[in-house]
């Protein structure tokens, strides 16, 4: 299993996970990349934005 976190409310960089790169949410190209392991993948979150991606 991996498991990806995802917190909106970091104090480094606030909402990182939904920082686009080529247009992307961050946590989006994270996922597809882990997808690709064959393995469970679950992105754990304290953001509903996040939820609806």
Do not use: Q, W
């Not at 498991?3 to 990182?16: L, Q, V, Y």
């Amino acid at each position: 299993m991996i498991f990806i976190p995802a917190r909106m409310k970091s104090s480094r960089f606030p909402g990182k996970p939904l920082a686009p790169i080529d247009g992307i949410p961050m946590v989006v190209h994270c996922a597809r990349n882990a997808i690709k392991t064959g393995l469970e993948v679950y992105v754990c979150t304290d953001s509903k934005e996040i939820d609806y991606l």
